[in-house]
């Protein structure tokens, strides 16, 4: 092995490693190596470009735009409706039929549009038959995967191998030529499912016979999380819009729907008026919902720092710093059970030239971090001998941050917080408040123990952010009720669905708020479903994943805008976009001629491809745009940017050196031998790599062992 291929073969490794692990994208990861390929002289700067023009890049765009029109026009929607009408509700029809549906769209589709197309006649027949929907979603996936292969144009790799061919000046492959193996493929992989379906299929819940909506409402538990808040006659809030009022923001909740006098306003925006007798349909935690309201009955004024002192207690602060290489590092308050170990408070945390004031429990701590820490001397002394902190101030300085961060709860006898323990009040967790001490007639208790009980009369004295704690105050004498049931949520203008992300989709590693969800859809996402559960909070701050179910409340209009996004999938026939039925004869055509110039041999693969696509744009199947919308461009800048690694492979040696050990090793045990262990190392490759480089890099070493073994190139 010489030193240029032993420097293409780590190349090539670093290619695989992003490839397998996806720390990069894997189209950029395909630019980087070409790049690395240019400068390195494998390829010249006159060959590195020449993927963009190659006809296998020309046939996946085309076929791109052919399928979308599929797609739009309802052609391929025809297919999945037809899958209801002759399947009953037992599974094994319905694994036949999804698998051979499957394979037959995706012979002429993109195999990621035809999984997509089939989805919501999937998850009916799911709903109807009571299996469940992972028993059926699995098998969609391996009947597209397989029916790709059944034909040329089917599937990335085999254009790709075609297009190798012919630029060595042999004859490509036909369209159909894929079809007799490709069928044996697919008819394997149905019988496959069908014996060992019991054993390998996952269930995870079965759904019952039901309506759509109430189905939903029950799967993921909603009853658990819908309530219903009455405003009373006269309240502070009649009046007010739900902006003003900021009763999402003060309960931790979001408010869905407003019944009034029998009417139900489902889309209730920030300008919604509130009036006295109106229901809101709101959704939340119910123990923290219930906990938020025993808050009421306090009332909130601002303190002094002077009055940690009051009661003859004398309470100082420091400033400590968290130093490097240490126990504190990485580690919450929480974690290090703070309060416990030391007996003082956390009041702040300074970071840079901020200092945090909530929810300090659950901040994971790094080093340089300054802890604000209120207590008695005795208490302090505790923390600064730890040899994890450094003292960076003390006293009066320390005290003089929290001016206009202390403020006194005095505890009417109202309050339902009279009789709970400091601990159960949550204080910190519910409204980002920190109890610092209990103020009782002449007396003051600070470092008190979790234990104590609050009485009537106190006033607690505490350091936060004030704000939720006002909007609630404010929010006056509210009833929460708990007889809530899906009709609340749905009506003939609104209603629930779900939606998954496609695969690929742009949405995954991203959350709701970083996408602007309700802005951009005009949708709610009440609950997601992950791994087999519902859930149901910070929602805003869950990052999504690819197998992602979003339960969705909103009109339909808006839920049809969501389901033309390429990044989301609607499991909901009737939320799909608008197909434009009367155009499906001229995508039919399109099919036709593709197929047509292929057959008579009067136009390449390429060039059938592109006349089919022009075809489809100019009869007014698609527009530009969705087509433009329709491609997979990822996939086409993958193969586009790979493609001159083959010549790399050819021109080092490398892959005649890989070829003379598939011979040397295999030969000796005849053709099928040869055939076997490429098939083995296609696999492998194809599994670290797309399966677009895996043809690339194995074509030569395929049509150099067929070579020296004197042996036809095509079944190999």
């Given at each position: 092995?010489?030193?240029?291929?032993?420097?293409?073969f780590?190349?090539?490794?670093?290619?695989?490693?992003?490839?397998?692990?996806?720390?990069?994208?894997?189209?950029?990861?395909?630019?980087?190596?070409l790049?690395?390929?240019?400068?390195?002289?494998?390829?010249?700067p006159?060959?590195?470009?020449?993927?963009?023009?190659s006809?296998?890049?020309?046939?996946?765009?085309?076929?791109?735009?052919?399928?979308?029109?599929?797609?739009?026009?309802?052609?391929?929607d025809?297919?999945?409706?037809?899958?209801?009408?002759?399947?009953?509700?037992?599974?094994?029809?319905?694994?036949?039929?999804?698998?051979?549906?499957?394979?037959?769209?995706?012979?002429?589709?993109?195999?990621?549009?035809?999984?997509?197309?089939?989805?919501?006649?999937?998850?009916?027949?799911?709903?109807?038959?009571?299996?469940?929907?992972?028993?059926?979603?699995?098998?969609?996936?391996?009947?597209?995967?397989?029916?790709?292969?059944?034909?040329?144009?089917?599937?990335?790799?085999?254009?790709?191998?075609?297009?190798?061919?012919?630029?060595?000046g042999?004859?490509?492959?036909?369209?159909?030529?894929?079809?007799?193996?490709?069928?044996?493929?697919?008819?394997?992989?149905?019988v496959?499912?069908?014996?060992?379906?019991r054993?390998?299929?996952?269930?995870?819940?079965?759904?019952?016979?039901?309506?759509?909506?109430?189905?939903?409402?029950?799967?993921?538990?909603?009853?658990?999380?819908?309530?219903?808040?009455?405003?009373?006659?006269?309240s502070?809030?009649?009046?007010?819009?739900?902006?003003?009022?900021?009763?999402?923001?003060?309960?931790?909740?979001?408010?869905?729907?407003?019944?009034r006098?029998?009417?139900?306003?489902?889309?209730?925006?920030?300008?919604?008026?509130?009036?006295?007798?109106d229901?809101?349909?709101?959704?939340?935690?119910a123990?923290?919902?219930?906990?938020?309201?025993?808050?009421?009955?306090?009332?909130?004024?601002?303190?002094?720092?002077?009055?940690?002192?009051?009661?003859?207690?004398?309470?100082?602060?420091?400033?400590?710093?968290?130093?490097?290489?240490?126990?504190?590092?990485?580690?919450?308050?929480?974690?290090?059970?703070?309060?416990?170990?030391?007996?003082?408070?956390?009041?702040?945390?300074?970071?840079?030239?901020?200092?945090?004031?909530?929810?300090?429990?659950?901040?994971?701590?790094?080093?340089?971090?300054?802890?604000?820490?209120?207590?008695?001397?005795?208490?302090?002394?505790?923390?600064?001998?730890?040899?994890?902190?450094?003292?960076?101030?003390?006293?009066?300085?320390?005290?003089?941050?929290?001016?206009?961060?202390?403020?006194?709860?005095?505890?009417?006898?109202?309050?339902?917080?009279?009789?709970?323990?400091?601990?159960e009040?949550?204080?910190?967790?519910?409204?980002?408040?920190?109890?610092?001490?209990?103020?009782?007639?002449a007396?003051?208790?600070?470092?008190?123990?979790?234990?104590?009980?609050?009485?009537?009369?106190?006033?607690?004295?505490?350091?936060?952010?004030?704000?939720?704690?006002r909007?609630?105050?404010?929010?006056?004498?509210?009833?929460?009720?708990?007889?809530?049931?899906?009709?609340?949520?749905?009506?003939?203008?609104?209603?629930?669905?779900?939606?998954?992300?496609?695969?690929?989709?742009?949405?995954?590693?991203?959350?709701?708020?970083?996408?602007?969800?309700?802005?951009?859809?005009?949708?709610?996402?009440?609950?997601?479903?992950?791994?087999?559960?519902?859930?149901?909070?910070?929602?805003?701050?869950?990052?999504?994943?690819?197998?992602?179910?979003?339960?969705?409340?909103?009109?339909?209009?808006?839920?049809?805008?969501?389901?033309?996004?390429?990044?989301?999938?609607?499991?909901?026939?009737?939320?799909?976009?608008?197909?434009?039925t009367?155009?499906?004869?001229?995508?039919?055509?399109?099919?036709?001629?593709?197929?047509?110039?292929?057959?008579?041999?009067?136009?390449?693969?390429?060039?059938?491809?592109?006349?089919?696509?022009?075809?489809?744009?100019?009869?007014?199947?698609?527009?530009?745009?969705?087509?433009?919308?329709?491609v997979?461009?990822?996939?086409?800048?993958?193969?586009?940017?790979?493609?001159?690694?083959?010549?790399?492979?050819?021109?080092?040696?490398?892959?005649?050196?890989?070829?003379?050990?598939?011979?040397?090793?295999?030969?000796?045990?005849?053709?099928?031998?040869?055939?076997?262990?490429?098939?083995?190392?296609?696999?492998?490759?194809?599994?670290?790599?797309?399966?677009?480089?895996?043809?690339?890099?194995?074509?030569?070493?395929?049509?150099?062992?067929?070579?020296?073994?004197?042996?036809?190139?095509?079944?190999?």
């Amino acid at each position: 092995m010489t030193v240029e291929i032993g420097i293409l073969f780590a190349v090539l490794t670093v290619m695989a490693y992003f490839f397998f692990t996806e720390k990069l994208p894997i189209d950029l990861t395909a630019f980087l190596g070409l790049a690395v390929l240019i400068l390195a002289g494998f390829v010249t700067p006159s060959e590195a470009f020449t993927g963009f023009s190659s006809p296998a890049v020309i046939t996946m765009l085309s076929i791109f735009f052919v399928s979308t029109a599929l797609l739009i026009t309802g052609l391929a929607d025809f297919v999945g409706e037809r899958l209801n009408t002759l399947i009953g509700g037992r599974e094994v029809p319905l694994i036949i039929v999804i698998m051979v549906g499957a394979g037959v769209l995706s012979a002429f589709m993109n195999n990621i549009a035809a999984t997509a197309v089939l989805l919501p006649a999937v998850a009916s027949a799911a709903r109807t038959s009571g299996i469940a929907p992972s028993r059926l979603f699995m098998p969609l996936s391996f009947g597209a995967i397989l029916g790709g292969a059944t034909t040329l144009v089917g599937t990335p790799p085999n254009i790709l191998a075609a297009d190798l061919l012919r630029e060595k000046g042999m004859e490509p492959f036909g369209l159909f030529d894929f079809t007799p193996l490709g069928l044996m493929l697919l008819g394997v992989g149905v019988v496959y499912m069908v014996l060992f379906r019991r054993q390998l299929l996952p269930d995870r819940g079965r759904s019952e016979v039901a309506a759509p909506t109430r189905e939903l409402f029950q799967a993921y538990q909603l009853q658990d999380n819908l309530f219903s808040v009455q405003i009373p006659e006269g309240s502070s809030l009649d009046g007010e819009t739900l902006r003003d009022t900021r009763c999402g923001q003060a309960l931790g909740l979001q408010v869905l729907s407003v019944l009034r006098g029998g009417q139900r306003k489902l889309v209730a925006d920030p300008d919604t008026v509130l009036l006295g007798g109106d229901a809101l349909l709101v959704q939340g935690e119910a123990a923290e919902l219930e906990n938020l309201i025993r808050v009421r009955g306090v009332a909130i004024s601002e303190a002094q720092p002077g009055h940690l002192t009051r009661g003859g207690h004398l309470v100082d602060a420091m400033s400590v710093r968290i130093l490097e290489d240490t126990g504190f590092v990485g580690k919450t308050l929480r974690d290090l059970r703070f309060r416990e170990r030391f007996g003082a408070l956390v009041v702040g945390i300074r970071r840079g030239d901020g200092v945090m004031r909530s929810e300090l429990a659950s901040v994971p701590l790094e080093a340089g971090d300054e802890l604000l820490v209120v207590g008695s001397q005795v208490q302090l002394e505790n923390v600064a001998i730890q040899g994890s902190a450094e003292i960076t101030q003390l006293g009066g300085a320390v005290l003089e941050d929290l001016e206009g961060h202390l403020f006194e709860l005095h505890v009417t006898d109202q309050s339902g917080l009279v009789g709970s323990t400091v601990a159960e009040t949550r204080m910190a967790e519910l409204v980002g408040l920190t109890i610092l001490g209990i103020v009782r007639g002449a007396d003051a208790l600070y470092g008190m123990e979790p234990t104590e009980r609050v009485q009537a009369g106190d006033h607690l004295l505490v350091t936060g952010e004030p704000d939720r704690i006002r909007n609630l105050l404010s929010l006056g004498d509210v009833e929460l009720q708990r007889d809530v049931s899906q009709e609340w949520l749905q009506s003939q203008d609104v209603t629930l669905v779900e939606a998954t992300l496609a695969p690929r989709s742009r949405a995954a590693g991203q959350t709701l708020g970083d996408l602007d969800f309700r802005e951009r859809y005009g949708l709610r996402v009440l609950a997601i479903w992950r791994e087999g559960h519902p859930l149901h909070g910070g929602l805003a701050r869950l990052r999504l994943r690819v197998g992602d179910a979003l339960l969705l409340q909103g009109p339909w209009n808006r839920i049809q805008l969501l389901g033309s996004d390429p990044d989301f999938v609607v499991l909901s026939a009737s939320a799909a976009e608008p197909r434009r039925t009367k155009k499906a004869p001229a995508a039919l055509a399109g099919l036709l001629i593709m197929v047509g110039m292929v057959v008579t041999g009067f136009q390449p693969i390429h060039v059938a491809a592109f006349v089919g696509a022009t075809f489809v744009v100019l009869a007014g199947a698609i527009s530009m745009e969705e087509a433009y919308r329709g491609v997979e461009w990822r996939a086409v800048f993958l193969v586009a940017a790979i493609l001159p690694v083959g010549m790399a492979m050819e021109r080092t040696g490398a892959a005649a050196l890989i070829s003379q050990t598939v011979t040397d090793v295999a030969g000796p045990f005849g053709p099928h031998a040869v055939l076997a262990g490429l098939f083995c190392l296609s696999s492998l490759l194809s599994q670290c790599l797309d399966g677009a480089p895996a043809v690339v890099l194995l074509t030569p070493v395929a049509l150099g062992t067929a070579e020296q073994l004197g042996l036809s190139p095509y079944p190999i």
